[in-house]
């Protein structure tokens, strides 16, 4: 496993909710300029995961290591001091707000006199349109309400405002779910320009072909457990789909089926 510009490492990390096993004995690795895939299907343990990199749980066992200091973050915001940032699948966006009130939400630049201060519109509506564009997303206006804006669109929209911010580590979860063929490419595309800006990227899926063509390395989760963790040299998408299906499980109920079909 490659540590050398590691972000983030995890080494046997575990997390029970009473008594009920999320994760046990979970590792891997983040590192700049590189995609990290973790997959896995409802209840694998990728949601566990992704909330103890982002500072919402605690690990119970296990390392948590950022920029190769063992941490253990009390707070989302905890995280996202250290420059891991988090876009969910419902973006925490509001839907009926510009796009620019939106990509400033909750670090509104201001203007005035002292205690008289006001939101600075046009440094928010400029500084959106720039960070936009430099990541190549073209919007027909900033204005417009994030409602109006297609479902990978909106993902890109998150991607660059967490870049602009100065994430170093970005956690991207199932951002091409409810998306069509075309849509999740464009997706893709930012996920990998983010990439090759020199960030850490953990990509949460459970679509293997949505994986492949972008992560550096694979981890396979199923109920808490990983299945393996690969560099994309060691496996291709064929092994990689077969895992996700279910491998050996798949085949030994083919053979079932095919025995109940017999006469």
Known sequence: MTTQNALIEVNGIGKTYGS????????????AGEVTCVLGDNGAGKSTLIKILAGVHQHDTGEFKVDGEPVRFASPREALDRGIATVYQDLAVVPLMSVWRNFFLGSEPTRGFGPIRWLDRKQCRETTKTALADLGIDLRDVE?????????ERQCVAIARAIHFGAKVL??????AALGVKQAGVVLKY????????LGVVLITHNPHHAY???????LLKRGVALGAYEKSEIGIEELTRQMAGGAELEALEHELRSVEAP
């Open 144 to 152: 417009q309400p994030v409602g109006t804006l297609s479902g990978g």
């Open 171 to 176: 956690i991207l979860d199932e951002p091409t």
């Open 213 to 219: 063509p972008v992560a550096d390395r694979f981890l």
């Open 20 to 31: 009920v096993l999320a994760l046990r004995d979970v590792s891997t690795v983040v590192n």
């Open 191 to 198: 996920v990998a320009q983010a990439r090759d800006r020199g």
